[in-house]
């Protein structure tokens, strides 16, 4: 028996309308949500009562994508983020006190990983931030946060002619990230090499943008040692081996590291991306998080 409600399996049940059931779910429990399309996807987003919004502190922006590959139940790639942030808008609407948290739920993060962050749905909406010089939020991107009790922040290597106003801008959210886990989930996070997510869409247009996942204790163990092992296994995660392609049936690129990576991302884009894979911990940990994440506030 699933630890998730009967709504949960609803939502990830093959021929769902998973905008329509997320803004229905939202709308059923009081929070408004508005569809916002760019570039042909349609993205969903939650912003609350002005009266949770104070313009001396940053805004948080919280990001979760809701596609999946089709064939996919996606339960942990995305589904379980999406339920999590749905609850969370949920929770906000009663805040006491201001937030400043806005939530979107993005189309399209699957179509980019395989063929370049340009494609993905995100970068539309990272370049209209950009076009509107919304370059000042706090971006956090969570993907893949339903099994496991260990939460990973991505680790990013930025390129050395990275701008220093970019490098500093990037550098200080992830400081804050840092101490946003430790505070959350103490002495139980890691920081490690991630395939990318929405987060790499916001970098590309200059964006700074954090990404976090979950894994398992023994995966994330595992995984750090092979991270150690062997430096060509980062630069396959990270997708920088121009010179090898990936096969979409797999969402890892095919460079013989396959074997190398947590088996929980191996469950993606299949059938075994199922709720019984997901694990009651990590929304345990996660609402932790999101708890935490409401609480902080930095100045703008």
């Known amino acids: 028996m699933s630890f998730l409600p009967k709504e949960f399996s609803e939502y990830i049940a093959p021929n769902t309308d998973r905008a329509e059931f997320i803004q ?3 709308y059923e429990h009081g929070v408004t949500s508005n569809k916002v399309v ?12 002005k009266s949770f919004y104070n313009p001396q502190f940053k805004i948080k922006t919280v990001i979760a994508h809701y596609d999946r590959v089709e064939g996919s139940p996606g339960a942990n790639d995305n589904s379980a983020a999406d339920w999590l942030l749905m609850n969370w808008a949920v929770t ?15 189309d399209g993060e699957e179509l980019g ?13 990272a370049s ?11 971006i956090f991107v969570f ?31 992830e400081e804050r990230t840092e101490d946003l886990l430790r505070r959350a989930s103490p002495g139980r996070w890691m920081c490690l090499p991630v395939p990318y997510s929405d987060n790499a869409s916001f970098i590309a247009c200059g964006i700074p943008a954090m990404a976090i996942t979950m894994l398992p204790a023994d995966e ?15 630069a396959s995660v990270l997708n920088r081996d121009s010179g090898k392609k990936t096969r979409i049936a797999d969402h ?31 929304f345990e940990v996660m609402n932790n998080i999101l708890s935490t994440l409401a609480e902080i506030k930095t100045l703008a």
């Not at 760019?38 to 009562?49: E, S, W």
């Not at 990983?113 to 909406?125: D, H, I, M, P, R």
């Not at 993907?143 to 500093?168: H, Q, V, W, Y």
């Not at 994330?220 to 980062?234: F, M, N, T, V």
């Open 143 to 173: 993907d893949a946060c339903g099994r496991g009790e260990i939460p990973i922040l991505s680790k990013m290597n930025l390129p050395p002619e990275t701008p220093k106003n970019f490098l500093k801008q990037f550098r200080d959210l």
């Open 128 to 138: 209209v931030f950009k076009r509107l010089n919304l370059t000042n939020d706090d």
């Open 252 to 282: 890892i690129p095919d460079y013989g590291y396959k074997d190398r990576m947590p088996k929980t991302w191996r469950l993606f884009h299949s059938q075994n991306d199922n709720e019984a894979s997901l694990t009651e911990r990590s």
């Open 24 to 26: 229905n779910f939202l």
């Open 220 to 234: 994330a163990s595992l995984y750090a040692r092979e991270l150690l092992k062997d430096k060509g296994l980062e």
């Open 92 to 106: 906000l609407k009663n805040y006491i006190g201001f937030h400043n948290v806005r939530i979107f739920f993005t």
């Open 38 to 49: 760019i570039d042909g996807k349609n993205h969903i987003l939650v912003q609350f009562d």
């Open 113 to 125: 990983w395989n063929t370049g962050v340009s494609e993905q749905g995100a970068f539309g909406l």
